[in-house]
């Protein structure tokens, strides 16, 4: 006589159980997204609080993905889900890596941006600004997509990285030009490049995300090959 309560326990429990790694991912993604806005102040205002607030937020960004990892073990090995939820459990594994190196990667541009080259440097950020603008929307709209498990957005996100790639070769070969000019460019303009690379590796993780959620909504995968724009051929 207790089996179907027992078995509605069970249900809900489970539930609760993908509740909550939903839950661990969107927080996840709320951070990372702030310590991305917080590293990119922090460069192109040379903001000291933004500088010091980015690296700061790593170690919460870290212990959730643990806990994430801990709870897809246990509802693979207890729970065995199926279909739908079985791509949703094992997305959410690697989405969970995905956010931690974009936490990682904002931490490494805060970490420059109040390094004295940078402070007194002549060369001008626009250029990082346009990216830094560009990869915080398209991590915003990744995050949306995930939250909101929605692949047409996802989709935008994944057609929208051309762009990043552009700016970063652009930049790439104007810093590169300041430096063959002048060697005191030299110093704030390897500073400029890793700060650029990191934004392009944020660019490149949000696109991972993206399509990670198309596939754990829809079933189907992305084309292999992604677009790409600018070649430093």
């Known amino acids: 006589m207790t089996m179907p309560h027992e078995s509605v326990h069970t249900v809900q429990s489970y539930e609760q159980e993908l509740e909550q790694l939903r839950s661990f991912i969107n927080r996840m993604g709320g951070v990372v997204e702030r310590q991305v806005a917080q590293a990119i102040t922090a460069v192109v205002e040379h903001d000291e609080i933004a500088a010091r607030d980015a ?136 500073h400029l490049l890793f700060i650029a690379k990191n934004l392009e590796r944020i660019g490149d993780h949000a696109t991972n995300i993206s399509e990670r959620v198309y596939y754990a909504v829809t079933g189907n995968t992305l084309p292999i090959v992604r677009p790409r724009g600018g070649t430093f051929d």
């Open 55 to 190: 690296p700061e937020m790593d170690p919460y960004v870290d212990e959730l993905e643990r806990e994430t990892e801990a709870l897809v073990i246990r509802l693979l090995a207890l729970r065995a889900p199926m279909a739908g939820d079985l791509r949703e459990v094992v997305v959410a594994l690697k989405i969970s890596g995905d956010l931690e190196r974009i936490g990682d990667c904002a931490a490494s541009i805060a970490r420059r941006a109040m390094r004295n080259e940078l402070l007194s440097c002549p060369i001008s950020l626009t250029g990082l600004r346009s990216m830094g603008r560009l990869v915080q929307e398209n991590l915003r709209r990744t995050i949306d997509a995930m939250d909101q498990r929605d692949p047409e957005l996802a989709r935008i996100v994944w057609q929208s990285d051309t762009a990043v790639d552009e700016l970063y070769v652009s930049m790439f070969r104007e810093l590169v030009t300041y430096m063959m000019e002048d060697p005191r460019n030299i110093g704030p303009c390897t």
